[in-house]
């Protein structure tokens, strides 16, 4: 079946201008993860969520990061007044929601890549 | 320290060849242990799930020590095509967040 997608797989933007990051998860996944992934930083996780529970934002590094969830579905993640350090591949995951207190596996898509000039 | 720590490596090893890496994490509330590989500037692929009693798939065996804290990967009968970075992720259940914490990653270069 139909993996995570992402899109667009890359963008190069202005300092100061807005982005948006799309994904769209594996069909009847309700939790939905995004990450960035930068040089010197590794994984790190920005923004949880699951069902139509409040969303769990507390990695995301700045006001200027925001994300939403339509319909339990598709999310798009914005980045208000882009910076340098904002440059980076913006990954999302999803996985079905785990059960006993067990957590299950992650499944990523391909990630977009973006460059802040 | 790191919550989760990792040998950046590189493992250079010839075709063929058994590779173990481990990984220690540190917060012992952890609950979830998974690898991942991630090739050159591909999105991270989960290669297996880490069980509390070890788990085998193919070439590839996971362990996990709890009182150590470590998970363990051993691939045995290197191929080129395992050549790869190696994370390895942790979700820690005190956090109420299901969100994977990532080791740095291990790489792993097989040689002809």
């Known amino acids: 079946g139909a993996g995570v997608s992402q899109s667009p797989s890359n963008k190069v933007t202005e300092k100061g201008k807005d982005v948006e990051l799309r994904c769209d998860p594996i069909?009847?996944?309700?939790?939905l993860y995004w990450y960035r992934q930068s040089l010197g930083q590794g994984l790190e996780f920005l923004i949880y969520?699951?069902?139509?529970?409040?969303?769990?934002k507390s990695g995301l590094p700045s006001d200027r990061f925001s994300a939403e969830r339509t319909g339990g579905s598709v999310s798009t993640l914005t980045i208000q007044r882009t910076q340098q350090e904002d440059s980076a591949v913006y990954l999302c995951?999803?996985?079905?929601?785990?059960?006993?207190?067990?957590?299950?596996?992650?499944?990523f898509g391909p990630g977009t890549r973006l460059t802040v000039l | 320290r790191k919550e989760v720590e990792q040998d950046p490596g590189p493992f250079n090893v010839p075709e063929g060849a058994t590779v173990a890496f481990n990984c220690t994490y540190s917060?012992?509330?952890?609950?979830?242990f998974f690898w991942y590989r991630q090739d050159c500037r591909k999105e991270p692929k989960l290669l297996m799930s880490?069980?509390?009693s070890g788990n085998e798939d193919g070439r590839f065996t996971a362990q996990l020590n709890r009182a150590s804290q470590y998970i363990s990967l051993l691939i045995r009968d290197s191929k080129l095509s395992d050549s790869a970075t190696y994370l390895c992720?942790?979700?820690?259940?005190?956090?109420?967040?299901?969100?994977?914490?990532f080791g740095s990653g291990t790489r792993l270069q097989v040689q002809p």
């Open positions: 995951a999803s996985s079905t929601t785990s059960v006993g207190g067990s957590y299950n596996e992650q499944f």
């Open positions: 069909s009847g996944h309700t939790a």
């Open positions: 969520f699951q069902g139509n529970s409040a969303p769990d």
């Open positions: 917060n012992s509330a952890s609950q979830s």
């Open positions: 880490v069980y509390s």
């Open positions: 992720a942790v979700i820690v259940m005190d956090t109420g967040r299901r969100a994977l914490t």
